[in-house]
């Protein structure tokens, strides 16, 4: 369940430091991208310079670092991942946790984060079965904070005991069970498109539109933080690569179809993308010149394949669900009713995209979420957001389908 997934792993100060970065290790073998925090005190048991060669990224040490904040501030460090692991995780930092203290990089970015924080306690016995710790403990337990271990064991300090960290591979598939059953979509393949395209008039010029990609890969995303296999066909944009997505870049709508079509079989389809619905005939190989027209230069135009609607109709390759979006500038839930319809698709996702709303290229959304049976209006959500809601309907939609499979 690793591949591609983002872990952010805390190290903080104690004996057991050494042991993470065996984890470290483990954890990039299966795939993941690990990125690095190290509290000050970790820095006597563990060099950043290792940490840095094995996580092979950055490695984040202070908060009041003007260069770290602008790099990856601690808000998006706590958001930019999948997971939150804590190894080793002190009796100090459980303090911490447990109390809310953000006195550093570390323990401002637990307090940040609005993902699962994993924890593998490391200390000594009698600090473990201190009435303050277990008291931490269950207050973190309370706020559902993964414990993986102590295990029982001789110690550095030579007492027996519990406190002993996890081994790393025991944690590396503590992560694993964790995305195993938190990816309610593991099995399941998604084709994802997204951006414009790109219909070339001659080898400089061509036709295009104004979407920005970010809501379809913001989509792929979604799915594959929940364990689709992702599929995403895109125009140029100018996004970055979701992690642990397979990317297919294409130019023009014929080449998109053509991918989304390779791409078949698929459980599910969401074309996010705006596709140009006309291309030139023909695509001069030479730059057209103005002065071989007399008159203003007219391109004769034709009618781009329709993806959507080619999927929705394939038959025995249809996949269970088709998900569309109907980008208007009036009468949207009219008009958005009507495409449902006419493409065959089994959602579709109605934006408004009238000047003025900014829809094309801003980080936020207004849709209108359409089955056959419902019209529901959604908040101004992020687009992210409105990828996450959309990824929950699905998940459900699958859950009742595996139900009724059974
Ligand atoms: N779509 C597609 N292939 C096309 C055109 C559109 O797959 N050639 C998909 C889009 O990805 C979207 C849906 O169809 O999911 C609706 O796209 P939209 O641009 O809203 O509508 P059009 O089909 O282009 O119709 P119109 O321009 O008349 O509104």
């Not at 805390?10 to 004996?15: D, K, N």
């Not at 946790?97 to 940040?112: E, W």
């Not at 944690?171 to 219909?199: K, M, N, Q, W």
């Not at 140029?236 to 023009?252: C, D, M, Q």
């Amino acid at each position: 369940m690793l591949p591609g997934k983002r872990i952010l792993l805390i190290i903080s100060g104690g004996i057991a430091a050494y042991k993470s970065l065996d984890l470290i290790r483990h954890l990039r073998e299966h795939g993941a991208f690990v990125r690095c925090i190290v509290t000050e005190s970790a820095t006597q048991f563990v060099t950043p310079l290792s940490v840095s060669a094995l996580s092979g990224d950055k490695v984040y040490r202070d908060l009041f670092s003007l260069t770290d904040e602008a790099e990856m501030g601690h808000i998006q460090l706590s958001r930019d991942a999948d997971l939150v692991v804590v190894a080793p995780a002190t009796a100090n930092i459980l303090a911490k946790m447990a109390q809310g203290v953000g006195d550093d990089l570390a323990t401002t970015t637990l307090l940040a984060t609005d993902k699962d924080i994993m924890v593998a306690p490391a200390m000594n016995v009698r600090m473990w079965e201190h009435p303050a710790t277990q008291n931490n403990i269950s207050i973190l337990k309370s706020r559902e904070v993964i414990f993986i271990g102590p295990t029982e064991g001789k110690m550095a300090c030579g007492e027996f005991g519990e406190g002993r960290m996890a081994e790393p591979a025991g944690i590396s598939d503590a992560i694993d069970d964790y995305f195993h059953a938190y990816a309610p979509l593991a099995g399941r393949h998604a084709i994802v498109t997204s951006g414009p395209t790109h219909e070339a008039i001659d080898p400089v010029r061509y036709i295009a539109n104004r979407s920005s990609g970010k809501q379809g890969h913001a989509i792929a995303s979604a799915l594959a933080a929940r364990g689709a296999r992702t599929t995403l066909v895109t125009g140029p944009t100018h996004e970055p690569n979701p992690a642990g997505v397979k990317i297919v870049r294409i130019e023009s709508a014929q080449d998109m179809l053509n991918a989304v079509l390779a791409s078949l079989p698929a459980d599910m389809a969401i074309c996010a993308a705006a596709v140009a619905d006309w291309r030139p005939e023909k695509i001069d190989d030479r730059k057209m010149k103005k002065r071989d027209h007399t008159t203003a230069a007219s391109l004769n135009i034709l009618e781009n394949p329709d993806i959507l609607r080619t999927l929705a109709d394939s038959a025995d390759r249809r996949p269970h669900l088709v998900v569309g979006f109907a980008a208007e500038t009036n009468d949207i839930i009219e008009n958005a009713v009507t495409k449902r319809d006419y493409k065959g698709c089994d959602w579709i996702i109605a934006n408004d995209v009238s000047s003025g709303t900014n829809t094309f290229g801003s980080d936020e959304n207004k849709v209108h979420f359409i089955t056959e049976n419902v019209i529901e209006d959604w908040p101004l959500l992020a687009k992210t957001g409105v990828a996450d809601r959309l990824v929950d309907r699905i998940t459900e939609h699958f859950k009742t389908f595996a139900r009724a499979a059974e």
